[in-house]
């Protein structure tokens, strides 16, 4: 069934763009992308799962639209985020002899959103890019805001360019193929725009979560809430040299943690490090005096009602020790002079940016939150 999609705007001038958000958008896709971007050709980029579950419909819709388009089809997973597949993707763009003013259509979740857009972004020294996310990560986060690029082996996130899309379109009926545990891994960072500075709208999925999991319209309407939030954030700092950065929430400890478990997914995949690592900031706030315990323990109830981990004892496997912790932080951020920046908070929906976090400091808070410690505590 299709419904008026909700239309959310991200205001960057002439380069202001929409996000479409509604069930049954995929069959429009190629009109909607004919009408902005007339006379064009494509060549999609996808996951193997994604193309399994969705190219067919995919295709049909652009050519309905006129639109003809190449398909490059890449293995699923972080580990597609590399030079090596950015090398396939541009070379698939090229030898499909498509122009600057042609497009590239990212089809998939973040992987797949922020590989084809950093190739959008340097194929003919920038392409029009198209996002069509379907994960719901991807829906709430990634494919808005033009952060593109891969990992490099010293780092995640490392290698990459700001390259906005010209449109966003994000079907929330593929979203019922998405497996239960990347569901719930992108809710973690759905509930993170809650936590950063929309309590009503935390509480709102403390009350609604379980139709937002079952597909009803509370889906579309939680998806399009993360979307303007996120819009707004990009409107006003679209290159993060201010409050961009509060949409790290979580992420500092959440990336130590994906480092240090080898982007292993079988372990822990992004939205899950997310979750722990927001549940950890809001914990870590509480032990600096700067937010009530009651806050924490509601951020740890919550995710934990969801299913998703919330310790650090939740990642299955042996984990590196704390001091071995910290250092994944250090590298993932600027230490200057034995302090990090953290996004700490003062309570639900009252994050904010401290610079100047005695690295001393996290490494007490991840010796107490480590599950060797906790194992040595008596019941
Ligand atoms: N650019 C940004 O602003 C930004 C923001 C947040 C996260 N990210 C990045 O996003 C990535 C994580 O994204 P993700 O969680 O979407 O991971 P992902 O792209 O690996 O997708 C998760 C899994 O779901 C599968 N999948 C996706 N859509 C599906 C569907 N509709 N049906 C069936 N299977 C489907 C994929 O094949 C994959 O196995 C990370 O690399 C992270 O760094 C980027």
Known sequence: MSIAPVVVEVGLGDRTYDILIGSGLLARAGAEIAR?????????????????AHLAALQASLETGGIQAAVITLPPGEKTKSFARL??????????????????????????GDL?????????????????????????????GGKTGINSPRGKNLVGVFHQPKLVLADTGVLDTLPIREFRAGYAELAKYGLIDRPEFFAWLEKNWVQVF?????????IAEACRAKADVVARDEFETGDRALLNLGHTFGHALEAATQYDGS?????????????????????LNLASP????????????VGLPWRIADIPGELPDAEALLAFIAQDKKVSRGALTFILTRGI?????????PASEVLSFLTENHPDQQKMRPR
Not at 117 to 144: C, E, H, K, W, Y
């Open 36 to 52: 902005r971007l007339p006379g064009t050709r494509a060549a999609v980029v996808t996951d193997a799962n994604v193309a399994a």
């Open 87 to 112: 090398e396939e993707v541009v070379d698939g763009v090229l030898a499909a002899k498509l122009e600057r003013g042609d497009i590239v259509i990212a089809f998939g979740g973040g992987v797949i």
């Open 267 to 287: 372990r822990l995949v992004h939205g899950e490090g997310v979750a722990i690592g927001m549940a950890l900031a809001y914990r870590f706030s509480s032990r």
């Open 214 to 222: 079952a597909g009803g319209p509370e889906r579309a309407q939680a």
């Open 294 to 305: 009651d806050d924490a323990a509601r951020v740890e109830s919550h995710l934990r009602a």
């Open 116 to 144: 084809a857009g950093f190739a959008a972004g340097i194929v003919r020294r920038g392409m029009n890019f198209v996002q069509i996310p379907t994960s719901l990560l991807a829906q709430v986060d990634s494919s808005v």
């Open 349 to 357: 929906g009252q994050a904010f940016i401290a610079k100047d976090v």
